[in-house]
């Protein structure tokens, strides 16, 4: 049984190390550097976690218990969440335009979602018990319970589908685990939102703000996801032009985008809008991010480099320049990445007892990350961008998705069936 | 492939068939992302206390409350002092302690010391949060406990709690705050917590607010002088009360 086993798996096995070896210097370098700076951040949050102790080691602190580690899983997990719905559109929605996506964005979906366990594991205080009670001891009025198990329940579903759509006879099946990967995704990326939403301590969290905007910002994320890594994909990895039906998908990715986008302004503005004349501690918090230390992170990062530009880029290469779209693309995922850290960040920036005027809490909390935080953030950045870099050699740059294949069987019967016509 | 099967892939409309399967889907999907936000509610349900109701009625026996008569405090911090002894408080944490709020134009004393617990909620934002019960509203005394081994030191209690009254301790490896002295003295037979012991000048009041005979029902219920809680907008439902005189 062994002996079959291995017989049957180790040629893919070498075949895939030997893909890997023949991605040139440049794709090896970069395979190098994220595995040390994957391992370099595993190191840190393992150090700081159980030999220095986080209280010495993170930033975070009693005003501020969470921080740059959970805005980076945020990051991540709502990127998953985007990437599978976005990919859903075509696989499981039936969206033609859509369907050449499916297998990378899958793909994708699962590793965003595991950099995003590795960062929040390496944030909890004690990670192992949380794999005993999260099963042992439920809390069904937390959020935070519902979001870990939804996610965990994702990744599976997901693992499922990838599995399946490499064998075009399960393609019904690949839809199914696919429609349950997007429910899971998208519950538990509201439930996301709804942890902070829940706080009614925090008043710039709370309300129904956030669960919404978290699915928004979800799409936005996962289209800038899928222009990223494609892009990157075929032009620097496994330097292959673009097929005509990628290039559809993406263009039609772009178009989705600019959508989305216009809604977030509009969702941004009027979050901005109706907090600055609310309570004064979520007024406060806002003008934080208005007009206090956070406002270059959300005038200049989040609004210019993550809306306004892009948003310009794309409508100026008419959603046709894949490498207009491509530095769009970075420009928005860079922003993201401090959207999440300045909602997470701000959200707990005013005191608890900033009202009462007290001596003890003369001005608003301040935070900067730690060197073992950076270091764990690239790491989890790092496993991401290896986990992609793997992928498209081990996967053989998805480019034998059935969907792709018969889409161009597709193509071809039309184009034969419109001559006839 | 026939041109039916070409039409049902590439016509630029779909079909009404696909049109309504698209919706049905849409509709599963709402309707489960509800079901999902209704079901993470219904255990808040019970919690929940509309503020009439709560002034009138207790639902725990002995219903635990302090009052604290803000303004006979002396900042002596002989209650944080008796804090950290009977509860083995790192210098890095504190489960009670004084603010001090400064009044150039009041008249008499410049000063005012407000002392600070936790408020044992009747409706905990940290309860509500924690994935694992650690923390957890005890069914018999309404006191605000934790379980330390099923801490998972996710930190949400911290971020949830209106009155910064939750630390992490590293010794314990767990969140502590205050527990009314239920784990080293209530639960031993000794009738009131460290802090109200030590304090000298009677600032802290500590008793059953289900029971008419003792002294905080008398002080939380008397109209003479005004009773507060602090955030009361936060809707958490405190069992600190403050007053003066």
Redesign the interface.
């Known amino acids: 049984m062994a002996d079959s086993g291995k017989e049957r798996f180790l040629p893919h096995i070498t075949s895939a190390f030997q893909r890997i070896l023949s991605g040139g210097w440049i794709y090896l370098l970069f395979v190098g550097l994220f595995g040390i700076l994957l391992l370099i951040g595993i190191g840190a949050g393992i150090h700081a976690l159980f030999i220095a102790?986080?209280?010495h080691a993170y930033a975070?602190s009693?005003?501020i218990?969470?921080a740059i580690l959970i805005a980076t899983y945020v990051f991540f997990v709502v990127a998953s969440t985007g990437l599978c719905l976005v990919s859903s559109l075509g696989h499981?929605?039936?969206l033609?335009n859509f369907l050449p996506l499916a297998k990378r964005c899958v793909y994708l979906a699962i590793i965003t979602i595991l950099s995003g366990f590795l960062v929040i594991g390496l944030e909890?205080?004690?990670?192992f018990?949380?794999a005993i009670?999260?099963v042992m001891?439920?809390?069904?009025?937390?959020?935070?319970?519902?979001m870990?198990t939804?996610y965990g329940f994702a990744v599976v579903f997901l693992t499922i589908e990838f599995i399946l759509l490499f064998n075009e006879a399960h393609h019904h099946k690949a839809v199914i685990a696919g429609?349950l990967g997007?429910?899971t995704e998208?519950?538990a990326n509201?439930?996301l939102g709804?942890?902070f939403a829940?706080?009614?301590?925090?008043p710039y969290w709370y309300g129904p703000y956030f669960?919404v905007y978290f699915i928004l910002s979800a799409l936005i994320t996962g289209c800038a996801f899928i222009l990223f890594f494609f892009f990157l994909a075929h032009k620097a990895v496994n330097k292959k032009p673009f097929m005509e039906t990628t290039q559809t998908a993406l263009k039609a990715v772009s178009k989705l985008t600019l959508l989305l986008m216009a809604v977030m302004m509009i969702f941004t503005a009027w979050k901005v809008l109706t907090t600055s004349v609310g309570?004064p501690a979520a007024a406060t918090a806002l003008s934080v991010l208005t007009d206090g230390p956070y406002s270059f992170n959300f005038w200049t990062i989040e609004i210019l480099v993550g809306m306004v530009i892009p948003f310009i880029l794309i409508l100026a290469s008419r959603c046709r320049n894949l490498t207009v779209m491509f530095i769009a693309a970075v420009m928005m995922i860079f922003s993201l990445f401090f959207t999440r850290l300045d909602m997470v960040v701000v959200g707990?920036i005013v005191?608890?007892?900033f009202e009462?005027?007290?001596?003890?809490?003369p001005k608003l909390h301040a935070y900067s990350p730690s060197v073992h935080e950076i270091l764990v953030v690239l790491g989890g950045i790092s496993f991401c961008l290896l986990a992609f870099l793997l992928g498209e050699k081990v996967f053989s740059g998805f480019a034998d998705s059935p969907q792709t294949d018969i889409r161009k069987e597709?193509t071809k019967?039309?184009a034969g069936?419109e001559e006839l016509t | 492939m026939t041109d039916e099967t070409n039409h049902k892939h590439f016509s630029e409309y779909p079909l009404d068939a696909e049109r309504r399967a698209f919706l049905k889907i849409g509709l599963k999907i709402t309707g489960v992302l509800a079901g999902g936000s209704i079901l993470s509610l219904v255990s808040t349900i019970n919690k929940a206390y509309s503020l009439d109701l709560f002034r009138e009625k207790y639902p725990y026996k002995p219903h635990y409350a302090m009052v604290l008569r803000q303004d006979r405090c002396i900042d002596c911090e002989k209650c944080m002092k008796a804090c950290i002894e009977t509860n083995h408080v790192p210098d890095y944490g504190w489960r009670t302690r004084i603010l001090k709020r400064e009044l150039p134009a009041a008249l008499d004393q410049k000063w005012e010391f407000i002392p600070i617990l936790c408020n044992q909620c009747n409706n905990p934002p940290c309860v509500r949060t924690c994935p694992t019960t650690a923390t957890y509203k005890d069914k018999t005394n309404g006191i605000v406990q934790m379980n330390n081994k099923k801490c998972i030191g996710c930190k949400s209690c911290i971020m949830a709690c209106p009155y910064d009254a939750r630390y992490y301790n590293e010794e314990k490896g767990a969140i502590d705050k205050c527990d009314f002295c239920f784990e080293s003295r209530l639960s031993k037979g000794i009738t009131i917590p460290a802090c109200v012991e030590a304090c000298p000048s009677d600032v802290r009041i500590f008793g059953d607010l289900s029971d008419p005979s003792s002294r905080v029902f008398q002080l939380v219920h008397q109209l003479q002088r005004p009773v507060w809680v602090l955030r009361q907008e936060i809707g958490a439902k405190p069992n600190i009360f403050y007053m003066k005189g």
């Open positions: 102790g986080s209280r975070t009693r005003e218990p969470v499981v929605f039936g033609e909890i205080e004690n990670p018990r949380m009670y999260n001891s439920p809390n069904f009025s937390s959020n935070i319970w519902w870990g939804l429609f997007v429910i998208v519950a509201s439930n709804g942890v829940m706080m009614h301590g925090r669960p309570s707990q005191p608890q007892y009462l005027g007290v001596v003890e809490y597709e019967d039309v069936a």
